[in-house]
């Protein structure tokens, strides 16, 4: 019997983590992204902004569900009704939402059958359209839930269930978002970095992995340290050296940017003093003339489970 | 009462396992160095090269040695006897080894009741002297045993348990040693890297990490995965891509250099075809007129334990 509409949800994620550029993501129950996707009586594929939030045409989404259909051959059309949850722009993996969302569902709809590394595949088709290169971290996340390491050719992602205590501060600027911000975030990027710089990173990285899997906040929020991406990305972020050093100051283990940023993430535990590590970082921002909203959270399972 | 001599016993190790350059360290048992450590009546530092074996005169033992000496103000003179297990210039942790032992065995001799970290720094002031930089991957594998990530500044070294079925084909070429050899191997390695080789080199280190605390033997051999490390140095080893391909195509799930080289380190189960992966090895090393030894091994112990 054919399925005429299924709902996904799928959560915000964070990439990098610090060290782990293109390799790590963190689904985060900070928001949530809810698609709605319907059969339709003709072929095209309709998007519907439920509330209205500022999309692009060229949703994630949308490409993604156009891409599944064409590998699949599938002709009916479908209608897509997104509640737009997770803040676009903001490096909590918006765009990866809506396109693992979307994926799913239609995977559901059309019963395809696809493992989660097709799903991933697809979505990642999807954020393509947004940041201009595959990367796969915030769909994995945002997919599979937890913590997520991401090998690129061939795909592969393992998942690693966090810390039932973890925590995680957002601080959330109210910074203007250039279009395109993540390509923007790429590009100011080096080609080359120093081979002691990347041992380092890979040092922290692979510890930072130790953490999730041994259930250690303090090694995991320890490691957040980054000498590649945070030193080209800070000056897109006013005040962010200010506002990390303020999080870990209040009691924070460890701060970094969150994907290509605005948004700044620290790692804390269930019973660290989280509103004053929420207040510490706000109040960094306010010093620089930048406003800010603030996010207890912690991790999410994924859109899958 | 004072002790008058110990016997420490610190195994072999390989460092890198592909794309842990300065991070991963693994102890094997492949080899030991003995060192037993007796006191003597006059101030100095005297060793005895017990086999006969070739050994610079400023071994890495004698400057450990000497280091802790120093800095816990011990007039107390000793005798080293030194029992050669671990080649040296192989790419096997034979400094390291030495190092360990002597740090061990002071800290015993004397009473000094240090933690691992500080035998770990003192051991490393012992490898410094052979390869010119401080690196701590094989001297923290020969202390502590196992499977062990290294973090610098401030020292912090993880360790993590191997799978019991871990085992390890080693191939051994006869090739002549140059002096210094580590210190080469160093100067051949560029100190600006790609950043998409840095991330390469990331997301198969940390899915390494990943596979030692699953006990996944099969992710462990396919995360050795480098372009970092390889590319400098397979030119000091002659045949170095065909006889890691050998090795995989054999059986092995993984193959890379080991540490500095020129020994050739391939990742397989117990239940794989161990000598079958040995003897292609060896067959490659042979086409290229190179002479090699082969040794079936697994992880050992440290020195500590």
Do not use: W
Request: aromatic share 6%.
């Amino acid at each position: 019997m054919k399925i005429s509409s299924v709902v996904v949800k799928a959560p915000s994620s964070t990439a990098n983590l610090g060290p782990g550029f293109d390799v790590f993501g963190l689904a985060i129950d900070a928001f949530y992204d809810e698609i709605k996707i319907c059969r339709k009586n003709d072929s095209g594929v309709k998007m519907i902004n439920v509330n209205k939030v500022l999309i692009n045409k060229r949703n994630t989404a949308t490409i993604t569900i156009r891409c599944m259909k064409k590998e699949f051959g599938i002709n009916d059309g479908v209608s897509i009704y997104l509640k737009k949850g997770v803040p676009i722009g903001f490096g909590m993996g918006s765009s990866a939402a809506s396109a693992a969302a979307a994926a799913i569902g239609f995977n559901k709809l059309f019963k395809l059958n696809l493992d989660s590394n097709s799903l991933i595949k697809f979505a990642g088709l999807g954020e393509k359209a947004s940041s201009g290169t595959i990367h796969y971290d915030n769909v994995a996340a945002s997919i599979l839930g937890g913590f997520v390491i991401v090998k690129n050719n061939p795909l592969n992602v393992f998942t690693v269930t966090p810390p039932q205590n973890l925590r995680l501060c957002l601080a959330i600027p109210e910074i203007k978002i250039a279009d395109q911000k993540t390509k923007l975030a790429r590009n100011v990027m080096p080609s080359k970095i120093k081979l002691k710089d990347s041992i380092y990173n890979l040092s922290n990285a692979t510890q930072m992995v130790y953490g999730f899997m041994n259930n250690n906040i303090k090694t995991i929020g320890e490691s957040m340290n980054d000498r590649i991406i945070e030193e080209s990305r800070k000056k897109l972020i006013p005040g962010f050296l200010k506002v990390k050093t303020s999080a870990i100051k209040a009691g924070a283990f460890g701060a970094s940017i969150s994907g290509a940023g605005p948004t700044i993430i620290a790692v804390a535990d269930k019973s660290s003093e989280l509103k004053k590590i929420c207040y510490a970082m706000k109040k960094s921002f306010n010093e620089e003339n930048v406003k800010c909203n603030t996010i207890i959270c912690k991790p999410s399972k994924g859109a899958l489970k």
